[in-house]
Every structure is written in C-alpha cells, then in structure tokens.
C-alpha cells in the first residue's frame, strides 16, 4: 500500500512535527497526569482543577472521572472569553439550503442570541440539571440552543430531525425532558421537512409514555403553517423580544453533565450516551485544534448534523472553545447539483472541510466535472469521518477535490469517544489511504481475539481502548449497569468498541468496521435490533432478522429477512408496506435496502437465529457459510439461499 509522506507545505507553519507528535504521545501514555494537567489549562475554569484523572475501567466499578474539582461553564469558553480578542470575527457562517441563503454570525452576536435563549428557557422553569430536547434542522438556532442549555446548566438531547415522531416521543421520555425545542419546518435539497408536525406528535407519544412535555419552542424556519397549542408552544422570535441578552453563565463541576445524545447499540432500544463538561470540552478543542491543524483566521466546514456526535464536538463546541469559524451547512451535498460542496467551498473560501465517505462516493459518481468547474483553491486540510473511506473514495478526495495539496485526516472515533482517537495529524503523519493511522494524545488502542487475549504485532482483531482519555461518555443516561455491560464486560478491564481493527507492519491502524450487530448506513448508526423491533410491530410480520450488505455508496445496506403471520401472502406490494413502516417507526435513515421473505430462519436446536449464515447470504457469499451443522433445519438455508435478492 502507497504511503504518502508529509509534504513540506503541510509541515509549513504546521503546530505539530512528526518528532513533536512522537514526544507528545509518549508523555502522553507515560504521563497522563502530568499531559492533561498542562492542556486541560487550555479552556477557561471559574475554580481550577487540582486533580485530574480518576478513571477505573475495572469490573463492577467502572468509574470516569476528569478534573473533578475544576469548575467551568463550556457556554462562556466558547463565546464570553472570546468577545475581547473577537467579539466581530465571524463565529458561525450559515448557509442556507438555498444557495442565495446565507449570514455570518459574529462572536458578539452568537453570545447575546444565546444569552436570550438561554434567558428565555430559564423563564419557563428551565433549571441546572434539567433535560432540554433539541429537534432542530441545521440552522444557527441549533446552536444557540445546545449553548443556552450549556449557559445554565440544562442537559440537551440533540435528536436528529430525520428521526420520526416515535423515535422522537421515545427519546423524549428517555430523558425526562419537559421541554423542546423545534422549528416550523426544516429545509431540505429544496423540500420541506414537517418538524413541528412530527414533534407535536412526539409530545403525544412521549406523554403515552408519561413524560409530559409543557413548553415547546418553536424557531420559525421556513413560515410554514403549522398548529400552535396554547400554553405550550411559544415562538422563539416573540420569546426573544422579550428577554434580556445578557446571561450569566452558570459554574458547572467539570464532571457535571453537558449533554445526552441517543445512539444504537447491538441490543435493545438506543442508548442515552452521558458526555460531561470538563474533560469532553478539553477534548473536543485539544482534537479539533490539532487534527485539523487550525489556524487564525481560517474558515472550518464540517458538513454533519448537530443531530449527531460529530455535529456536538466539531461544528458546535471543538471549533467555537477555540474560537474558529464554524460553518453551518443546512442542505444537502446534490442541491441544486453536485457541484454545490464546492461552490460553497470557493463562495465561503473554506480552508478546512471535513465529511463522510458516503458524500464523498456520490459525488464521485456523478463524475469529476462538477468538482472541476470549481476552484478550492482555499482549501487545506480534508477530513473524513463516520465509517471507513475505501482507498478508491479516498484517492479521488486528495486527487480530484483537493489536488494533491490538501492532507487527508481519516478519523476514526464514536458517539462514546466524545472526540476524535484515531487520525492522522497534517503536518506530523504520513498518509496511507483507508488508514486512519496512529492514536491521538493519550489513547491507547489494543487489539484482542475473541478470547480476550492481547495481540501484538501486525494482525487484526477486536479493537478496545485500555485507558481513559478525557472526552470519554461517563455513563448511560440512567443505567450506569448498561454502560458497563455494553463497553467494558466483554473484555473485562478494557474499553471495547464493537470495531474490528488491523494493525499493520509501520503499526498505523486500520478501522475495518463493526464487529457486533450495529450497522453503518451512509455513515449512521443503527442497531440490527431496532429495525427488527420495527419490522415485527407491523402485524402481518410473525419474525424479522436484519443484517448489513456491502452497498457501494451507503457503505452498508439494510438486509431484511421477515416470517410473515401464517395466511400471510407475500407481495410487492407488502414489501413496500413494510419498508414504510420502519420509516414511520425510526425515521427515513433506517429505510431496508432489500426485504427477502423467508419461511424459515435458520436456527440452532435451541432457537437462536444464526446471523453468521444471513449475512453471507446477504453479501452474496454462498460459498463461505461454516458451519451449518448445528442448525435445526438446514434445508431452511437452501431456501434462503434460493431467493437471495438480487442474486449476483
Ligand atoms: O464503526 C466505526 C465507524 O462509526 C462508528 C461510530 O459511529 P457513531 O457513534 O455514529 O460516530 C460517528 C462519528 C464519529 C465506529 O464504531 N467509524 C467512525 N469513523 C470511522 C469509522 N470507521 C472507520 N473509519 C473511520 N474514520
């Protein structure tokens, strides 16, 4: 495999050298302590911290615990410090999903919109420690949301707004939240996306469930007609004539918690991941700094969702604790054609940019000329993230988007990490395409057999994590035995990420995707359990297993394979009954690629289902199924087998 070394225009007025990332990391690993103490001092503490790492991964007594005594308020790192030195620098550039759409939103006027929100949430009750729900399209408000919850201590709950009303209601009581936050509408490749509609029936939902949710506020996006219930909903733009925009930030314990963000596990119904204030804040700027080798003045474009970890630490807190310009991108990579990325590249003169493999496949499908009518002469570094980048997809980023001159960062990290754990550094580490390279400062990546025994060397195994770093998740929301069970029982003492990893021979790591049921759908997450949970609450549906398929632009696709209820008579038309049906019960993002109905699953004498033997059928593998000798029925496999979708 090419390796590509560091070009001397990355090494040029980059922060870190490569013997500055190899001093770096071995103090690092050798010293924690005294590594965190010096950069934990990079954000602003109201009362310093005199420890600062208390972290045990030990069985039954998992505990995470950075800067405990420190007191901070991540709302006045990202905006208050800032307002002296730029209070008139351009914090957020939003552009809207109408190319004509577009503002900057200075330092001095992010502060005050989000004094006002903040202001406005206290107003109706809101209080430290109180959950808020943010079901919020990518518009600035978004993060004038996530950082008035920040300024007085509520805890937000982003949730995605392609997520349904039923994942929505769930999460909502999940979190105890009595309030939320959405907008009329949200705008989309020129289509119209109904929150308010979905999010009023959440509020039913998630009532049903009993969670009573009395103050929506509502951003209005788009002027659409939308129904108001008294009492409870309240414009925002009223809200905010109302109140002062001036807010004192509330002091927070460093281990006080920041915010909860719902992500899919291998089983059962998504979890509440627990991020905190100190250490996630250290983290997410320490990472966004020097992944991205930032520097004054540039202009920063992460093309995520605030409705995902990414949109958290690299659109909103990473960039704004460091006082960079963050854009805000509310559409989408193929409107009003594929050139639009890059156009909003040169319009915005972008020097940073950093997006998911799936974007990058289609739009190298729709060919090289819509790249090539632009410029980007301004762009610098690239970014990657979300699931591997096939060597391919990542050879026409540094070849066709950024010509050779820009570094490409493949980070790899997750919902848990809080940041980024794995990546290249521009200007200290040499390329190789589809690596994510080496550990960032204080991570320390091991890879193990399915035994747990360590592995050393060039090899490929399960990847863990063996010691903590300060943007890890504390918690599950309310179920502290979960997070234990989940991350750290498998392979007792480790952090394990449910990713399978290789290591080569120059040990650079080589993410090689999920080794438990979750699968990764155009970079998001999804367990197999809950599309299986959707499937069989359709009433037609008796069993439903559901596996993931190699697709060539969403990485992965979603294999369904459902038991009708006897008398059931299978037909297009009911596969099409069913793929909306998971839409209306997750949300569009879980939509089954291919629906394969199956008489039979093939199981073990004691019933349970053999995913092994489903995913090959499903990759189109027959001929590497194993052992099938354990199975009940074998000849349940032949049928399967038979009537593969699309057999290639
Ligand atoms: O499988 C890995 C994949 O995405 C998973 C985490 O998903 P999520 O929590 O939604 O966070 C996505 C954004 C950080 C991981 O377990 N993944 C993420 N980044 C990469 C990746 N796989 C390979 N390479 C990456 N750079």
Known sequence: MTTIPVKDAWKQGALLSEADYAAWYRRSVEDPEGFWGEHGKRVDWITPFTKVKNTSFAPGNVSIKWFEDGVLNVSANCLDRHLESRGEQTAILFEGDDPADSRAISYRELHGEVCRMANVLKAHGVQKGDRVTIYLPMIPEAAYAMLACARIGAVHSVVFG???????????????????ITADEGRRGGKSVPLKKNADRAVEIAAKAGQVVSTVLVVQRTGGDVAVTPGRDIWWHEARETVEASCEPEPMGAEDPLFILYTSGSTGQPKGVLHTSGGYLVYAAMTHQYVFDLREGEVYWCTAD???????????????????????????????DASRFWQVIDKHQVNIFYTAPTAIRALMGAGDAFVEKTSRKSLRVLGSVGEPINPEAWNWYYKIVGEERCPIVDTWWQTETGGILITPLPGAIALKPGSATRPFFGVKPELVDSEGG?????????????????????????DHERF??????????????????????DGYWWITGRVDDVINVSGHRMGTAEVESALVSHPKVSEAAVVGYPHDIKGQGIYCYVTLMTGEEPSEALKKELVAHVRNEIGPIASPDQIQF??????????????????????????????????????????LIEHRQNKE
């Open 162 to 180: 392609g997520f349904s009303p039923d994942a929505l209601g769930g999460r909502l009581a999940g979190a105890g939240s009595s309030v939320l």
């Open 306 to 336: 605030v409705g995902w970890v990414t949109g958290h630490s690299y659109i909103v807190y990473g960039p704004l604790a460091n006082g960079a310009t963050t854009l805000m991108f509310e559409g989408v990579p193929n409107y009003p």
């Open 454 to 478: 360590v592995l050393e060397g060039a090899v490929s195994g399960n990847l863990c994590i063996t010691d903590s770093w300060p943007g890890q998740m504390r918690t599950v929301y309310g």
């Open 484 to 505: 234990e069970q989940t991350y750290f029982s498998t392979y007792p003492g480790k952090y394990f990420t449910g990713d399978g990893a290789r290591r080569d021979e």
């Open 598 to 639: 199956s008489p039979g699953l093939p199981k073990t004498r004691s019933g349970k289902i053999m995913r092994r033997i489903l995913r090959k059928i499903a990759e189109n593998d027959f001929g590497a199924l194993g052992d099938t000798s354990t199975l009940a029925d074998p000849a349940v496999v032949d049928d």
